[in-house]
């Protein structure tokens, strides 16, 4: 079992930053962010393995940045240049042990998600 917890979502203008953090009960191979706008399906944000290598969504991808750090067990999204389109609630995803890490895996442990609104 893996439990994963969000932090960090808020509301912020268009153009702004935010940074989600993701605690994760235990060190797991893969991690993600997902995002799910309100009548929308879920989309992936981005997704980083053990060894760094990251996979981004096309919607997100040249303005996030997902991050992990190991010894905390710790799973960051730094949001830049955020738009009102990225509104959404942000869910972080964890898998313990994964051959290849992609935002198009499966990811058994789901957080229960932070709120992330951007205005105009």
């Known amino acids: 079992q893996v439990q994963v917890v969000e932090s960090g979502g808020g509301s912020v203008q268009a153009g702004g930053s935010l940074r989600l953090s993701c605690a994760a009960s235990?060190?797991?191979?893969?991690m993600a962010w997902f995002l799910q706008a309100p009548g929308k399906e879920r989309e992936g944000g981005g997704s980083?393995?053990?060894?760094?290598?990251?996979d981004y969504g096309d919607s997100v991808e040249g303005r996030f940045t997902i991050s992990r750090d190991h010894a905390k067990n710790t799973l960051y999204l730094q949001m830049n240049n955020l738009k009102p389109e990225d509104t959404a609630m942000y869910y972080c995803?964890?898998?313990?042990?994964?051959?290849?890490?992609?935002?198009?895996?499966?990811?058994?442990?789901w957080g229960q998600g932070t709120q992330v609104t951007v205005s105009s």
């Open positions: 235990r060190a797991t191979t893969c």
């Open positions: 980083v393995d053990d060894f760094g290598r990251t």
């Open positions: 995803a964890a898998e313990p042990i994964v051959f290849d890490c992609y935002i198009g895996g499966r990811f058994t442990y």
